[in-house]
């Protein structure tokens, strides 16, 4: 039972800092453990508390980080975390509690496992259910290999409901590895609280005395007529399906052992010590609670989920400043848009307060559809949806739209139908990294026939280029990023734009920047101190080709800006639009370049990618000296 309270009052860490790596957990009592959880767990309140990160899920997996470290012999055996937003405590647990100051800071931990940070980061995680993909793949290398260690795979009552790691645990069934599977349900969603019966059942089930008796039977069945060992073992399917949900589990292949409470380490430690025995594909049920000892977070786990620093005493976060974000700006048209017409379903994939769908979901519930973690699943739904005379929106992060690209291009694209992507977290998304940065869709997606896209440079342009998307009656995408714009005030009524029509923004010479999207302002910074044109190009597909023409045939340097991979990106339909038409004016194209951009600030990060003001016209002025002297060139 946890303690509230005195949980999160200052103290000494006398036991954890004791444990800077696994072997020395190991060292300790198992009666010492409750304490060391204690510590563990009023250490990420207060480190989080500093630097804003994931709080309620790691907060839920304590005990389970300790149990899992205190009995299995890591990194020799693989420990994989599904997602990885909770594993601060396993960071914690493996050299990295002096770290935590700088979590997801610039040179600092990142937010999620990553295996160029610690060799007990075993497979890097950030987007959700590949880890029992990735724990097979390790089982099957090492038995090739000849090495005996143990791989484990956490994944939560969310992750595991998606259609990878269905068909990792499928497969898993058939391939007969030693693998354990942790399933950590903490919405309580897949099974009913448990008490000391349930504990009690599965340290005795996960024994050697039941397993010995099980294997016995096999083989003492296997000598009987096969209509009698049928029934033996349809009856021990029943009875465990009287008593334990896990019949599903037992159905593809896996020794099933649960629920058990996930934070008594009295059940815990040795329930995976007896499993850790056992041989085959195995499957522990654990039930937790997200925010776990921390009375804010257990009350609002979703609002806890993703924090900004806040007040350890009060929970209260530190309030962002500016207006309204692209979010917030997409949930407002989307509720507008839903009023004036019925045909209107908004999809997201287990993205509503991120997506900014709560006032939707609350207005229009019956035509509101989490789907869950199934990227996949939500575009093709989309595209059902519009084959039937709706018109679905789906919100999305670029980066969870990779997940869906075959859905997308087979059922979206190909049959040319009117879904409208509203791709939010388009370019670098800051504390997140790599693995949740919208480096590619412009890449991705500008290559598909029929599609419409979009790139909004404030709120106003936002609002008008999603009513565009709708209004367009093929596949359409709006890509915006992550926080908030200029404070530009949304005209109303929301006016569509001409579709493929850019705008000037500002006349200059010799230099024309062509902004996609989020870098406008830079662009016309920029342009102050060069004197050069700016125009806001809005569309990247289809191009405002004559715009294209009009810029190259007055300007020696045309400059293409986007917050998205160069390769492939908006600049490169400017290159291939111009090298089609044969022209020859000098082009510099700036965007994220060819490497993954790791976790800092926002600002820090645009600034190592080039693309803040310095580098722009550090980048634009090294193109100019390399220009021939011309006609079109000032004293200035």
């Given amino acids: 039972m946890s303690n509230h309270h005195s949980d999160t009052e200052q103290g000494s860490y006398s036991l954890l800092e004791q444990v800077d790596l696994p072997q020395d957990l190991r060292r300790l009592e198992p009666k010492q453990l409750p304490l060391l959880a204690l510590e563990l767990r009023r250490f990420l309140i207060e480190s989080v508390s500093r630097t804003g990160g994931h709080l309620a899920a790691g907060l839920g997996v304590v005990e389970l980080a300790i149990a899992l470290h205190y009995v299995f012999n890591t990194p020799q055996d693989r420990l994989i975390w599904d997602v990885g937003h909770q594993a601060y405590p396993h960071k914690i647990l493996t050299g990295r509690r002096e770290q935590m100051a700088k979590l997801r800071q610039q040179g600092g931990p990142s937010g999620f496992p990553k295996r160029s940070e610690s060799d007990y980061d075993t497979f890097g995680t950030g987007h959700s259910s590949t880890s029992i993909s990735a724990a097979l793949g390790m089982a099957v290398a090492a038995r090739r290999k000849g090495e005996s260690r143990k791989v484990v795979a956490v994944i939560g009552d969310g992750s595991i409901g998606a259609g990878m790691a269905f068909e990792a645990l499928n497969h898993a069934g058939v391939l007969d590895q030693d693998l354990l599977v942790v399933l950590n349900d903490n919405k309580m969603s897949i099974s009913k609280p448990v008490g000391a019966f349930s504990n009690h059942l599965s340290r005795l089930l996960s024994g050697t005395l039941?397993?010995?008796?099980?294997?016995?039977?096999?083989?003492?069945?296997?000598?009987?007529?096969?209509?009698?060992?049928?029934?033996?073992?349809?009856?021990?399917?029943?009875?465990?399906?009287?008593?334990?949900?896990?019949?599903?589990?037992?159905?593809?292949?896996?020794?099933?052992?649960?629920?058990?409470?996930?934070?008594?380490?009295?059940?815990?430690?040795?329930?995976?010590?007896?499993?850790?025995?056992?041989?085959?594909?195995?499957?522990?049920?654990?039930?937790?609670?997200?925010?776990?000892?921390?009375?804010?977070?257990?009350?609002?786990?979703?609002?806890?989920?993703?924090?900004?620093?806040?007040?350890?005493?009060?929970?209260?976060?530190?309030?962002?400043?500016?207006?309204?974000?692209?979010?917030?700006?997409?949930?407002?048209?989307?509720c507008a848009m839903a009023e004036k017409d019925e045909r209107l379903l908004a999809i997201t994939p287990a993205m509503c307060e991120g997506s900014g769908m709560v006032e939707f979901a609350r207005r229009f519930s019956k035509r509101y559809f989490d789907v869950g973690i199934a990227e996949q699943h939500a575009l093709t739904l989309a595209a059902g949806m519009a084959c039937e005379g709706?018109?679905?929106?789906?919100?999305?992060?670029?980066?969870?739209l990779q997940r869906a690209y075959d859905q997308l291009i087979?059922?979206?694209?190909?049959?040319?139908?009117?879904?409208?992507?509203?791709?939010?977290?388009?370019?670098?998304?800051?504390?997140?990294?790599?693995?949740?940065?919208?480096?590619?869709?412009?890449?991705?997606?500008?290559?598909?026939?029929?599609?419409?896209?979009?790139?909004?440079?404030?709120?106003?342009?936002?609002?008008?280029?999603?009513?565009?998307?709708?209004?367009?009656?093929?596949?359409?995408?709006?890509?915006?990023?992550?926080?908030?714009?200029?404070?530009?005030?949304?005209?109303?009524?929301?006016?569509?734009?001409?579709?493929?029509?850019?705008?000037?923004?500002?006349?200059?010479?010799?230099?024309?920047?062509?902004?996609?999207?989020?870098?406008?302002?830079?662009?016309?910074?920029?342009?102050?101190?060069?004197?050069?044109?700016?125009?806001?190009?809005?569309f990247v597909k289809p191009l405002d080709e004559a715009l294209i023409l009009d810029l190259a045939s007055r300007h020696e340097l045309l400059v293409t800006l986007e917050e998205n991979q160069v390769q492939g990106g908006a600049g490169s339909a400017v290159n291939e639009y111009l090298a089609h038409i044969g022209h020859s004016v000098r082009l510099l194209n700036l965007g994220l370049p060819d490497r993954f951009i790791h976790h800092a600030t926002q600002q820090q990060q645009l600034a190592e990618c080039g693309l803040d003001l310095r580098g722009v016209l550090d980048s634009v002025s090294g193109a100019l000296k390399e220009l021939p002297a011309s006609v079109y060139q000032t004293s200035a």
């Fill in 210 to 334: 039941y397993t010995g008796m099980r294997e016995g039977g096999k083989s003492l069945l296997s000598h009987l007529p096969s209509q009698v060992s049928e029934l033996m073992g349809r009856w021990e399917e029943h009875m465990k399906g009287m008593v334990l949900p896990g019949t599903m589990f037992e159905e593809l292949g896996f020794n099933y052992i649960g629920p058990i409470d996930g934070h008594d380490l009295d059940t815990l430690v040795p329930t995976l010590r007896n499993m850790s025995k056992l041989n085959g594909p195995c499957l522990l049920h654990v039930v937790t609670q997200k925010g776990r000892g921390y009375e804010p977070a257990e009350e609002s786990p979703i609002a806890y989920h993703g924090v900004t620093p806040f007040n350890p005493a009060t929970g209260e976060m530190t309030k962002g400043g500016g207006g309204p974000s692209y979010t917030q700006i997409f949930g407002d048209w989307l």
């Fill in 390 to 400: 709706a018109k679905p929106v789906v919100a999305i992060y670029s980066s969870f």
């Fill in 410 to 538: 087979h059922d979206v694209v190909l049959q040319n139908l009117d879904v409208t992507l509203a791709v939010d977290r388009a370019g670098q998304v800051g504390a997140d990294g790599a693995t949740h940065a919208g480096s590619f869709d412009l890449s991705y997606a500008r290559v598909l026939p029929n599609m419409l896209i979009m790139a909004p440079s404030d709120e106003n342009e936002c609002s008008r280029m999603l009513q565009t998307a709708y209004d367009y009656p093929g596949p359409a995408m709006v890509r915006y990023p992550r926080g908030g714009g200029i404070g530009a005030e949304v005209e109303q009524p929301v006016k569509p734009l001409e579709l493929g029509q850019g705008r000037l923004r500002r006349e200059g010479c010799r230099v024309a920047l062509l902004s996609f999207g989020s870098l406008l302002q830079t662009a016309l910074a920029a342009a102050e101190q060069l004197d050069a044109t700016v125009a806001d190009m809005r």
